[in-house]
C-alpha cells in the first residue's frame, strides 16, 4: 500500500522481518515439542534457541539466497541453520514442509491485524453510541430515495450508522473463530513428519488448533470469512461517509467534514468545504471489494495444493487491512469533530411545507369521513405547497416577449426569485384545513371535484376537536412518539 | 432475466429456436459451399435445403433427444437429420465438430444484440444533444464534491453526459470488429474437417471472417471488449440517474423524474415523488458489472478448450444485454420527460451567496493590490454568508434556560428559523465591496486584521470603475462566458 | 434463471404468486395482532382473512394495476381490497409502509431457499464422508503444484473436499441466523405506524424477531453473510469439480464423470469422455461469484433508504440459489456414480519410480551419515528416473541426417517410443541403495562428486538391516500410517 | 506493490517526485503560452522556468505544508511559488483548478507505463511467434476437455496463444488513444480560467488533445479501454501460464519450466520441479482482475465530479501496471527457457490408442458403408483400448479372499500393474480392421451385434485398397496436413 493510506501497525505486522521472526517461532516450537517428547535429545531445544534468538535474522541474506533457490522457506531455514554448529542443524525443520512453517504465522498474523481492527471498531461504535444518545431529541426530516419522508432524530440517524456497524463487528468476531486453525500436517497433509501429536502441541502452544483434514495447507475457503467480515466494516463505514456527504451538499447543509484552519478547500475557488475524506472512503470501499475478490478467487487450488494464492495474500492481505485501517481513520476523523446544523435541519422541515405528516393526515382525513379521498387530498396539497413560485411563472411570461436581449438571464432574476421563495410559507396543514385546496395539472382533478373536498374540509375543521387533533399530527413530539422504545432498548 | 426486466428483442434473439434456426443456416451453408466446390454432388443442397426448411424445428424433440446424449448440438443435429431421407443424411454435419456449427451463430447474436443496443444508443444521443442545445442558455450552480462551485449553463451538464455515452458508444462500436470473426475449423482448429477455404466462403456467406489461429472455439478474449463496451453503457446512462436522482432530493429539486397521473410515491406517504427509475439504474449498472465480470472469467480455459464458459455465456450474454435495454429504457423514460425546474436552479444561485464568483473575485482582488490576502478575504467573506442565522443563535441561547419543558423542540421554532433565514441575503458581492468582514472563529483571523482588510476594501471601491468590473465577474454572462465554445465545437 | 440452469423449488419459492401469498400472511397476521390488543374490532381479522384466503390472488390483475401505479405493493393491496366489503378496507396496511409488508417475506424466501441448499448440502457430506470411507485404504499419488508429492489414500482427498463443504455449511448456518430478523417499524424505522409491540408479535407468529435500529428497511449488510456462505459452498463443491476434472485428464484417469448409455462425447469424436459436468459447474462458480457481487454493492444505500436493491434482488438471490441449487445437482451426478479407477492410481505411483518417498528417503540417508549430500543426492536420483528414454534419444540424433525426408514424424516412432517407456523401470529406491547414480547435466554435479556418492551408498547397504529399513520407507502401508488418525477423528 | 512483485520503471513513473515534475511542467507550459499569446509580459515565463527548473522539488516540504492544508496540489504550488519572487508568483496557477494542473500528467503517466507493456509484448509475442514456427512439425496431442482429441503440432498451440496475445496487444494499442485526451478548462469545465485556445496550445506542447465537453475531470470511462485491455493482457498471458502448468504434471510432462541451477522445489521433497512461475501467474491475474475492478467503479462520480477515483487511482493504476510488468516477467522466464519434450508429446499419442483419428475413422467406415453404425464401432474400438488391465482384474478378484492380510496393498502391486500397462499396446486402427471388437458393458451391445460388426469389418478390409486408406488416416501427416496454411497466414 502506498505510504499516503498505510497503517503503520499493519505495515509493521506483514514486514518481512516479523514474518521470520514467527517463523523462527514455529520451527523452535516444533523442536522444543520434540525435545519433551524424546524424539530429540532434551537440550536441543535450549541450545538452538538460544543461538537463534540471540542472532538477528538476516533479511538481505535471505532475499540473496532466495534468488538461487527460488524458495523463500528454504532460504530462511538455510540462513537459520547457518548459525548453528553442524550438530545442530539436522534439528531445524526436520521432515517439515515449508507450509508446516509458514502456516501458523500467517494465522497469526491475520489474528493481528484483525486485533487493531476490533480496537478501532469499538471505539467507533462507542463514539456513534454517544452521538446517538447527544442527538436522540434533535429533530431532523428522515429521507427515503433522497425525498422528504418524515421526521426522526438525528440520533435515529447515527443508530442506523451503528446497528450496521456493529453488525459487521459481529461478523468480524465470528469470522475470527475460523483462523485459530493451523496445521503441520506434512506436504498433503498426512502427517508423514510431524505427528498429530506434535502438532497439536505446537499449536495449542501458540494459542491455535489443530484444521484436522487439511492438504499441505489449510484450505482458503477458511479465511473467506474474515476478508467479507472486513469487507462488511468498510461498507459499514461508508454508508456513514455516503450519508455525511449528502447532507453537507451546499444549499442547506446539515453535516459538514470538519475544516482545519489552514486546510483549503480547492485551489481555484476560496468558499469551498469539500468532503474529501468522505469521498476518500468511497475510494477506500472500491479497494476492499477488489482486494476481497482476489481472495476469493484462492478458494480454489489443485488438488493437494497449488501455490498460486501466495502471491495474492501477500499483496491483498496487508491491503485489505490498510484499507480497513484507513476506513477507522476516515470515519474517526469525520465522525469526531463532525459539524452538526441543527438548525438546517429544522430549516429542512420548514420547507418540507409539514409533508413530514401526510401519512398521519391521510388516516385522520379517513377517520374524519374522506375514506376514499384523503389520499387524493393530501398529495393535491403536497404538491400545491411545493408549486413553484406563481409570481415568477408571471414575470416569465411576461419576459418572453424580451427574451432575445439577453442571451443568459440577469442576476438580478435569481435576487428576484430568492424573495418570491422567501413568500412561500404555506403547510398541507394550513392548506387543507381552511379547505384551500385548487387543482394542479399534473394530478388532473377536477375544479368540481377539489371544491367539493373544499367544502367537506371546512365542515370537518369546523369542529374545534378535530382542528385540535389535526394540528397535533404536525407535531415533532407527536411523529418522534415512539423513538424512545428504540433508544431504551439499546441504552 | 426475470419478465420485469427483460427486453422483448433480447430474449427473440437468444430464444433456442432461434439459435437453432441459426444452426440450421450454418449446416446449409457449409453445404451449400460443398456442391458448389464439388465436395458434394451438386444437388444435395438444393433437397436437403428444401427439406429442412419446411420442417419446423422441434425443440421439445430436441430437449428429449438431449436428455439422453447429453449434448445438444448432437440432439439438433438428430432431430435434423430424422426428416430427411437415408442418403441424404450423410452430408449434413459431415467431418464437422459441434462449434463449427455454434460458434458463427453465437456471434450473430452478439451482433444482433448490439445492434438493437446501437439504436438505442444513437437514439439516447441525439435526444442528450437536443436537451444540451435546448438548455444552453439555463444556468444552474455546478458542483463539485456537492458544493457549489461555479456557474455553468445545465446544457452542459448534458453534454457532460453526453459525451460519456458517445464515448462508450465509440467502444460499442469498435467492439462489434472482433465479434466479426468465427471459424469452422474443426475440434482442435486445424482444419481436419472443414477445409480453410470453405470455412471462408461459408463464413461470407453470413457476413463474418475466419479467425485463423481458433482452436476448437475462438478465444474468449476475443468478446472481452464487447462486455466491456457494454458495461462502459451503462455506466454512462448510470452516471446520469446518479446526477438526476441527487439533483431530484427534495428540499430544491431542480429536476425530477416524470410522475405519471396514477403513479404513487409512496402506499404510506402520498406527497412522495420518488426517484424509483433512477435507482433502478443503479442497480442496473450493479448487474451489467456482474455479469461482465462472469464472462470475464470465461477468458481461461484448458487447451483446445473447455467448456467451462457455456454455462455462463447461455446466461450472462442475454442477461447483460436485457440490462443495457433496461437501462436505455429507464434513461429514455428519464430524460424524455425530465421534469426541469430552471427557477430552483436560479434559486440555488441565489442561496450560493455570489460564491459562484469566488476565483474570479479572489483574482480581480490580487489585481487591485491584494495579492496576498485575496484567498483569505474571499474565503471570510464566504464564511460570513453562509453563517447560520444569527437572530435564531440568540433565541437558542435565550431557550436553554427552559430546555427541560419540551424534549423535542416545538414546530413554531421551525418556522421561526424559516422567517430568519429568508432574511439573509447577503452575498460575497456586498460584503466585499462594502468592507463587511467581520472575524469568524473557525478561521482565526484577528479583528485587527479583518478591520484592516475592510479600510483597503473601502478604499478599493471607492473608484466606480473597480466597483463596476467587481459587479460584472458576478454577471451569470460573464460567468458563462466560455461555454459557446463548447457548444460550437459540437453543432 | 433459464430453464436449463434452474430448480424448481426456487423458481416456486421466487415466483410472484408465492410472494404476494407471503405479503397476504403479513398483512393478515398485522390485522390479527391489533386485533388481539383491541386496536381493530375483534372480528375484523376472522372476517378479512376468509374473504382473502379464499379469493385467490389475481397476478394479471396486480400487474394490470402496478402499469398505472408503478408501485407493487400497491397494486397488490389495491387488488385485495377490491375483495373486500367497504367497511373492511381501512383495517388493511393501516398506517403500514410498503416494507414493512415486503421486508418480512423477503426473508422467509431467503429462509426457504437456505433450507433446501441446507439439505442438499447434507446429502452430499453425507456421501462425501461414506466415500472417504470407502476408499481410506486405496492409494493414491498426492500431488501439490499438480507434481507427484507423496502417497495418500484418495479417501484423504475426499476428505478433503468433504471438510470444506463442510465448513462452507457451517457459515451458511451460521448466516442464517442474521436473517431471522425482520421490521414493520415504519417509512424511517422509527415506530410511526406499526408499534414496537405489534411488530414484535407480528414477526414472533411468523418465526422472525425485530432488527431494532432499522430504517424503512433491514439494513443488507445483514444479508452479506448469506451471500457469502453460498459463494463459499460454491466454491468447495467447485474445487472437487476441479480435482476431478484433473483426475479424468486423458493418458491415465484416475477418476471420470459416469458416462450415461447413450450419452455422446462429442459430435465428431466418439472416443470422448468429456469432462462437461466438471466444467460446468467451473461455469456456475463464475456465476455465483457475478450474483454475490451484485448483492454485495446493495450494502449502500442512502440516508432512510433508496431502492437500488430492489431491482439487484429481484434477481440476484433466486439466480444465486438456482447456481447453488445447480451445484448440488452436479456434484451429486458427478460423486454417486463417480468412475474411479484404483488401478490407474497404482499406475501413477508406479510411474512416479518410487518419488513418494523422497522425503524420508532424504531424511534416512541423513541418519546414515550423508547429512549434506542427502538432498541433493535424492534429487540427482530422482532426475535419472524421470529421464527421458536414452534409446529413442539416439534414435533422434541418427534421425537427424534424413529429417527432410519427413515434414512430420511417422507414427511408428510413436510405437517405438512406447516400447521404449516400458522398458523404464528404475525407481529412486534401486538406483540409490545400488549405487547406479550419474551426473545430469542440469543438476550440475562433477562425474567425481556422484563417484563418490555412489561408494559411500554401496558402503551403506552392504548393511542388511539398513537396506530393509531403506526398502521399508518405499512401502505404501508405511507412507499412510498416520491417515488413521485423520479418520478417526471424525468417525 | 511489494517489492517482490514491482516493477522498477513502473516505480519510477509513478513515484511522487515524477508527478510533481510533471506538473511542473504542465504549470511552466501554460505560462508559456500566456506569454506567447500576451496575456502575460514575454519574459514571464523564462524567468520562471529558469528558476523553477534550476530548483530542486522539496517532496518532504510538500509533505509537511500538505498537511496543513489538506491539499497535495495547493502544497506543490505553495513549494514552487516559495522560490520565486513576490512579482512572478502571480503567474503561477493563475485561474486554474488543481485538475487543470494534474489531469494532464496524468495520462502521461499513464502513457508512459502502456509504453513499457506494449514494448515487453511485443517482445514475447516475437518469441511465440518464433517458437511457433520452431514447433510447427512437432506433434502433440490436442486436447478438448482434457481428453485426446485429435493431433495437432505444438507449433500450433504457441500460435493459439500467441494470437490471443495478439488481440490483447490490439486493444491496448486501442485504448491508448483514449488517453491521449486531457483538459485543462477549469473547476466546472467551461473555461472561466485557462481559454479554449490556450488550453489547445498547452496540450499539443506536450503530445495531447483537449477532451472538449471534460467536467473538472476527464470523465474516468475514458480510462476503462485501458484498464480493460490490460486485464486481458494478462488474461492472454495467464492462458499461457495455465497450459503450461497442465502440460507439466508429472507422469508425462510434455513440458516445463526451466529449473535453475540451485532452485529447490520444495524444502521436504527434492525431486520436485514445481511450476511456481505459472501458479504466480494465475495470482497475477486475480490481482489483476481485482485493481481493474476498482478503477470501473470510478466512472461514477457526482456530478461536476468529486474525488472518489483518486485514491483507487493512486493505488490501482500503479500496481495494475506492476502486476502487468510481473507477468511479462513470469511469461518471458517460463517461454524463453521451456523445456519441451517432444518424446513424451509422441508418447501421449502413443497411449491414445489411435483414438486421435477417431472421426476420420468413423467418417472412413461410414463410406464403406457402415453408415448407421461407425460412430458406435469406433466408441467401441475406443473403449476397448482403454479398458484397464485384464490381467489386473483377474489378480484382484482372486486377491480379494486375502484381503484382510493387508490394509493397504503392497507396493509390488504397483510393479504388477506397471507391468501390465506395459503390454497394452491396441490401437483402435487394429482393433477395427481385425474385427476384434467385442462387447462392453457400459456401452451396453450384444454379443450378435459385435460379431455382426467384426464381420462386416473383416469384409471390408479384406480389400488391400481400403486398408491402405484406413491405415493412412492414422498417419501424423495426413492429420495435420492443414496446418501449413494457418502457418502460411501469418508468414
Given at each position: ?16 522481518k ?75 525443520h ?44 434533535t ?19 447515527i ?26 500436517s506434512?506436504?498433503?497433509g ?8 506434535e ?47 449528502i ?13 482545519d ?98 401519512e ?31 409570481v ?5 411570461l ?40 385548487y ?7 377536477s ?9 367537506k ?24 412518539r ?10
Open positions: 500500500m502506498i505510504r499516503r493510506y498505510s497503517d503503520k501497525k499493519v505495515d509493521g505486522n506483514w514486514a518481512l516479523h514474518k521470520y521472526l514467527l517463523w523462527q517461532e514455529i520451527e523452535l516450537a516444533v523442536i522444543k515439542v520434540r525435545c519433551e517428547r524424546s524424539t530429540f535429545p532434551a537440550d536441543v531445544w535450549s541450545k538452538i534457541s538460544l543461538i537463534l534468538k540471540n542472532c538477528e535474522i538476516d533479511v538481505e541474506e535471505i532475499k540473496r539466497i532466495e534468488e538461487i533457490t527460488k524458495h523463500d522457506l528454504n532460504a530462511f531455514i538455510e540462513e537459520r541453520k547457518s548459525h548453528l554448529p553442524e550438530e545442530l542443524r539436522k534439528y531445524v526436520f521432515m517439515m514442509t515449508s507450509y508446516d512453517t509458514e502456516e501458523a504465522p500467517f494465522s497469526l498474523m491475520l489474528l493481528d491485524s484483525v486485533k487493531d481492527a476490533v480496537t478501532a471498531c469499538d471505539d467507533l461504535i462507542l463514539l456513534l453510541w454517544e452521538m446517538a444518545f447527544k442527538f436522540r431529541y429533530p431532523m426530516l428522515g429521507r427515503t430515495h433522497g425525498q422528504e419522508a418524515k421526521l426522526q432524530s438525528f440520533g435515529l440517524r443508530l442506523h450508522w451503528c446497528r450496521s456497524l456493529d453488525y459487521a463487528r459481529y461478523q468480524l468476531q465470528s469470522a475470527t473463530t475460523g483462523i485459530r486453525f493451523s496445521k503441520l506434512g506436504a498433503i498426512n502427517y508423514q513428519g510431524v505427528t498429530p501429536e502438532e497439536k502441541e505446537v499449536l495449542k502452544s501458540i494459542g491455535l488448533e489443530p484444521f484436522v483434514g487439511a492438504s499441505q495447507i489449510i484450505p482458503r475457503i477458511v479465511h473467506q470469512p474474515l476478508a467479507n467480515a472486513l469487507v462488511m466494516i468498510v461498507g459499514a463505514l461508508t454508508q456513514i461517509a455516503e450519508d455525511v456527504r447532507a453537507a451538499r451546499s444549499g442547506m447543509p446539515i453535516m459538514q467534514e470538519f475544516f484552519k489552514g486546510q483549503m478547500g480547492s485551489s481555484a475557488m476560496p468558499h469551498k468545504k469539500n468532503t474529501i475524506t468522505c469521498e476518500n472512503q468511497i475510494g477506500m470501499w472500491r479497494m476492499a471489494k477488489g482486494f476481497a475478490d482476489m481472495l476469493r478467487d484462492c478458494i480454489l487450488t489443485w488438488e493437494e495444493r497449488a501455490i498460486e494464492q501466495s502471491s495474492v495474500e501477500r499483496v491483498a492481505w496487508p491491503d485489505l487491512f490498510h484499507v480497513v485501517m484507513q476506513s477507522f481513520k476516515n470515519m474517526t476523523r469525520i465522525l469526531e469533530k463532525l459539524q452538526v446544523f441543527p438548525d438546517n435541519m429544522m430549516l429542512e422541515i420548514y420547507y418540507s411545507h409539514g409533508c413530514y405528516a401526510s398521519d393526515a391521510k388516516e385522520l382525513l379517513k377517520e374524519f369521513g374522506l375514506i376514499d379521498d384523503a389520499y387524493k387530498i393530501v398529495q393535491l396539497a403536497a404538491a400545491i405547497v411545493h408549486e413553484p413560485c406563481k415568477l411563472k408571471d414575470y416569465r411576461a419576459k418572453k416577449d424580451g427574451e432575445e436581449e439577453h442571451k443568459y438571464p440577469m442576476i438580478e432574476e435569481a435576487n428576484m426569485l430568492g424573495r418570491c421563495h422567501k413568500d412561500l410559507c404555506q403547510t398541507i396543514c394550513e392548506v387543507i384545513y381552511t379547505g384551500a385546496l387543482p394542479i395539472e399534473a394530478l388532473g382533478h375544479q368540481e371535484t377539489v371544491d367539493e373536498w373544499n367544502r374540509l371546512q365542515n370537518i375543521f369546523a369542529d374545534p376537536e378535530k382542528l385540535e387533533r389535526w394540528h397535533n399530527i404536525f407535531s415533532i413530539a407527536y411523529q418522534l415512539n423513538e424512545d422504545f428504540i433508544f431504551n432498548t439499546y441504552k
